[in-house]
């Protein structure tokens, strides 16, 4: 893949510029009193981590850092090294932790399907039965399974274990069948030896049913969940021509990195650090340490590799986001794996950035690079990280960690030109030494912005109207709500319509300047008349109302206005 060019190099709409330094440069440090920079986002409320979960003589320490999120109902579901909380956010604006579930393992990664929790677990410290004394007790890497149904009384029902462990899993259903769920398991830790988990080894490439080069697909049945099983072993990297299962890029085509530093992590691709499943189109895409893969999961037991992508730049493929519409997706990149500072003012935009690729006819093409804007110091760790879209009806919109980096609200709808049009930050943890901290994942879920920050807890934010993004559109993603959500586990949106969506629609044309006059002035005069007749209860009116501006609306740049108008209409 060739690099895009220095796409973030100068100013860019939403960001700074040199007459208007951006507020993110300088932030004073502090643990839970560093200074911050905002834009185009209110926050509402920070939680600290709960006892038992942060060490406040050390709030980065490895054992107690804050992973990633999922969320069920009015909970979410927050990671951590040391187990999992559970808080309330039925209130955005005042989060109650309701359950703390101490477990330790490490990497402690949640998702939720139903009343069941699943959760990672990497280190040799873990023990089946969650004990804190690692010296004893029966070791455990593998998947864990709890049963939420009473949610201040969560119970571990299963335990898979797994030859390496488990980085990170990714939930998988199957349309066709609602009586199970899939997990498939990217396991990225050294091979357990034979002795703790039966045929378990180390074996090259070519030698007998080696535990590397795969992901493990596990079987979980809703109504018995402590019957989950592997099924199958899939051997995602195979190169096609020759039957190596060790088909992919097998470490750096360079000695050193485009920086010039070392290589860290190496593009080994021996497993995926995540998998993002999206079963409504039947594609997962893959971000498997040195090369990004789609996948085909319409038959979930037994995915199968379509496509594959590498990047010279890219040290470590780490997740994937697809677009709503399945026709984009974005990888990140976690260049230093996630602890080194590598959003300084001498790192190039495509270090450690998402790259942005079409998918044309099964097929990836690359568009571009995105990386935060702003640069970082050298006490900060910061590199691309988890993020999510945020449901706004006709545009490509996502929110993404960036560990002390903070978060970016970018659009992407126009692939090759990436922008962003929303932040927040915070100064480093210590102003001399990187301690870790920043965003591990920030996600929508039901009208917010969710992060959990590894030292400092859980941040809730509202999206601002701005110039970039209007209140229409911040209402109509609002107006979308889901039972549940998991990064990894994209659901098909879908816009009930409303005066909010057709609205979104309306100012987006007016943003592009593409209505023209006198039919801006028109189609607001509409919306707003058949709006207040909607509300008077005078459907014949709002009917007519729109039906009428529709029948004026032509030209093909203007349909998805047209269609949510008629849409809107039908629904009244």
Request: charged share 20%; with cysteine.
């Given at each position: 893949m060739i690099a895009a060019g220095l796409l973030l190099a100068g100013a860019l709409p939403g960001t700074a510029s040199a007459a208007e330094p951006d507020p993110r440069v300088g932030l004073g440090a502090g643990w839970l009193d560093a200074e911050t920079a905002i834009s185009n986002l209110e926050h509402l409320a920070n939680r600290p981590k709960p006892a038992g979960f942060v060490d406040p003589n050390n709030p980065g320490a490895g054992s107690f850092i804050a992973s990633d999120l999922g969320f069920g109902g009015k909970y979410a579901f927050l990671g951590n090294y040391n187990g999992f909380n559970i808080v309330d956010v039925s209130k955005p604006a005042d989060p109650a932790l309701v359950t703390s579930v101490v477990c330790p393992g490490g990497q402690g990664d949640p998702s939720v399907f139903g009343n069941l929790v699943f959760m990672s677990v990497e280190e040799t410290r873990g023990r089946v039965d969650c004990g804190t004394n690692s010296s004893v007790g029966t070791r455990f890497q593998g998947v864990r399974i709890f049963d939420v149904s009473d949610v201040r009384n969560p119970v571990q029902v299963a335990a898979v274990q797994l030859c390496r462990g488990s980085h990170t899993h990714t939930v998988v259903t199957d349309p066709k069948d609602k009586n199970h769920v899939y997990i498939y398991n990217s396991g990225t830790a050294g091979v357990r030896p034979a002795s703790t988990l039966e045929g378990c080894n180390n074996n090259p490439a070519d030698g007998e049913n080696p535990s590397r080069w795969r992901i493990e697909v596990i079987k979980v049945p809703l109504a018995a969940p402590h019957q989950a099983a592997v099924v199958n072993e899939a051997r995602l990297f195979t190169d096609p021509a020759t039957g190596r299962i060790d088909g992919l890029q097998n470490g750096p085509t360079t000695p050193r990195h485009p920086s010039g530093g070392t290589w860290s992590p190496s593009p080994n691709t021996n497993t995926c650090h995540d998998i993002t499943a999206y079963p409504e189109i039947g594609l997962a895409a893959g971000a498997c340490q040195g090369n990004g893969i789609l996948v085909d999961i319409s038959d979930p037991a037994n995915p199968v590799r379509i496509d594959e992508v590498s990047d010279p730049n890219f040290a470590y493929w780490h997740s994937a986001t697809f677009n709503n519409d399945g026709t984009k997706v974005i990888f990140t990149d976690e260049w230093g794996g996630g602890s080194?500072?590598?959003?300084?003012?001498?790192?190039?935009?495509?270090?450690?950035?998402?790259?942005?690729?079409?998918?044309?006819?099964?097929?990836?093409?690359?568009?571009?690079?995105?990386?935060?804007?702003?640069?970082?110091?050298?006490?900060?760790?910061?590199?691309?990280?988890?993020?999510?879209?945020?449901?706004?009806?006709?545009?490509?919109?996502?929110?993404?960690?960036?560990?002390?980096?903070?978060?970016?609200?970018?659009?992407?709808?126009?692939?090759?030109?990436?922008?962003?049009?929303?932040?927040?930050?915070?100064?480093?943890?210590?102003p001399d030494r990187i301690v870790s901290g920043g965003y591990w994942s920030v996600y929508w879920y039901n009208g917010n912005l969710f992060g959990n920050e590894m030292a400092r807890g859980l941040d809730v934010f509202a999206l601002k109207p701005s110039q970039h993004l209007s209140a229409a559109e911040i209402k109509a993603a609002s107006q979308v709500k889901l039972p549940e959500f998991n990064a990894q586990h994209q659901p098909k949106i879908e816009w009930t319509p409303s005066f909010a969506v057709a609205r979104a629609h309306y100012d987006q044309a007016v943003r592009a300047n593409t209505l023209g006059h006198p039919m801006t002035s028109q189609v607001d005069k509409f919306l707003e008349r058949a709006e207040k007749f909607a509300a008077e209860g005078k459907r014949s009116a709002a009917v007519a109302q729109l039906g009428a501006i529709s029948n004026q609306i032509r030209g093909d740049e203007h349909q998805a206005l047209k269609q949510a108008i008629l849409d809107l209409r039908a629904s009244l």
């Open positions: 080194g500072a590598r959003c300084r003012d001498t790192d190039q935009p495509e270090w450690g950035a998402n790259a942005i690729f079409d998918i044309v006819d099964g097929k990836m093409e690359f568009r571009s690079y995105y990386k935060l804007p702003a640069p970082q110091t050298l006490a900060e760790n910061c590199v691309a990280h988890n993020g999510s879209l945020i449901p706004v009806p006709g545009r490509d919109i996502m929110v993404q960690a960036w560990y002390q980096g903070g978060l970016s609200v970018f659009d992407f709808t126009d692939s090759a030109n990436p922008r962003e049009i929303a932040f927040f930050d915070r100064g480093p943890i210590n």
